[in-house]
């Protein structure tokens, strides 16, 4: 399936925003922190991912990604580094209310 990728991190997402929502969490305190938080998260990954992709560290076969590449990593790894920072943040925040 070509979008298998894709549908799991929308499924992941979805998720993080119904937590987000039930428990009523604000992750961010500002757009400044949303901007640094993710340009960090970026960069690095973006750095990272590509490094690991030209040593041969991992490959991504074109099953499951729909084959649009940035650099040498599809675009789904970008949104992945997004998403799941996004929902490890949502998990801390429900955790940390939850058992408050």
């Given amino acids: 399936m070509r979008y298998e990728y894709l549908i799991s991190l929308v499924l992941l ?3 993080a925003v119904c937590l987000k ?5 604000s992750v961010f305190n500002s757009t400044k ?3 640094t ?3 960090v998260i970026f960069v690095i990954g973006t750095i990272w991912d590509n490094f690991a992709v030209w040593r041969g560290h991992w490959y991504y076969p074109g099953k499951g990604i729909m084959g649009i590449f940035v650099g040498l990593i599809p675009i789904e790894d970008y949104i992945f580094a997004i998403v799941t920072s ?5 998990l801390y925040k429900t955790i940390q ?4």
């Avoid at 929502?21 to 969490?25: G, L, Q």
């Avoid at 209310?97 to 408050?100: A, F, G, I, L």
């Fill in 86 to 90: 996004y929902t490890v943040l949502v």
């Fill in 21 to 25: 929502f039930k428990y009523k969490i």
């Fill in 13 to 15: 997402l979805l998720i």
């Fill in 33 to 35: 922190e949303i901007v």
């Fill in 97 to 100: 209310k939850v058992y408050q």
């Fill in 37 to 39: 938080f993710y340009s």
